[in-house]
């Protein structure tokens, strides 16, 4: 079974809207980890957030970590049609292996 | 700066048909590899990862096996393919310690008829 779940499966919004998206996970975690696919292409690593730690920044994107609740949310800002994608969460439970869920796909309407 | 590079880009095999699919890393050294499918509005499935030359981990049974003749060289193969193996291959790094991204290819499309 997948360890990490994203919610929505599915999520449009408009230009300049906000994006959540979350993930829920089952087992305890050495660190989670948020990815950006375009369609047909590999996956693009975004941010990195430790078990240790609650909330990390990187421009538009804030994710947080709760490990009680066993969840993460990224977070785009002022979206852009530039970000319409599939984001993954991944979770690191042994060095050097991450677990993906199915994604949520992002659609940014001009 | 580092780099991965996985070819082909897409592939169509018949059905019983042998498979090699490369990847190579450049500007490191000793970096975990890693390969996954993902089935169309999926997620990635772990198939094998390594460690070190010659060390292979499987995740999952099944018709492939990966070996890792080079520190930065990764290959997939199948002797035999099945109708199931049709996917979207992905190759990926990360560097040899904790708490690491991956770094992913740009995949192979492989269909079979």
């Known amino acids: 079974s997948q360890q990490g779940e994203e919610d929505p499966q599915a999520l449009s919004i408009q230009e300049g809207e906000n994006a959540t998206m979350n993930c829920s996970y089952k087992?305890?975690?050495?660190?989670l980890q948020w990815y950006r696919q375009n369609s047909g292409r590999g996956l693009v690593h975004l941010i990195l957030?430790?078990?240790?730690?609650r909330e990390k920044h990187s421009g538009r994107l804030r994710v947080t970590l709760d490990t009680s609740k066993k969840s993460s949310s990224l977070l785009i800002t002022a979206s852009r049609a530039a970000d319409t994608a599939s984001y993954f969460c991944?979770?690191?439970?042994?060095?050097?292996?991450?677990?993906f869920g199915d994604g949520t796909t992002l659609t940014v309407k001009p | 700066s580092q780099t991965i590079h996985q070819w082909p880009a897409t592939l169509v095999q018949p059905v019983g048909s042998p498979l090699s699919l490369e990847c190579t890393v450049e500007?490191?050294?000793?970096?975990?590899l890693y390969w996954y499918r993902q089935a169309a509005g999926r997620g990635l499935q772990l198939l094998f990862y390594?460690?070190?030359?010659?060390?292979i981990s499987s995740e999952v049974p099944q018709n492939l096996s990966a070996s890792r003749p080079q520190d930065r060289q990764f290959i997939l193969s199948s002797k035999k393919l099945l109708l199931s193996d049709s996917g979207f291959y992905l190759c990926?790094?990360?560097?040899?310690?904790?708490?690491?991204?991956?770094?992913f290819g740009d995949g192979t499309r492989l269909s079979i008829l």
């Open positions: 957030i430790r078990s240790n730690e």
């Open positions: 990926a790094w990360s560097a040899d310690r904790g708490d690491q991204p991956q770094h």
């Open positions: 390594s460690v070190g030359i010659g060390q």
């Open positions: 991944a979770t690191d439970t042994n060095a050097g292996k991450s677990t």
């Open positions: 087992t305890s975690i050495n660190n």
């Open positions: 500007g490191t050294s000793n970096p975990n």
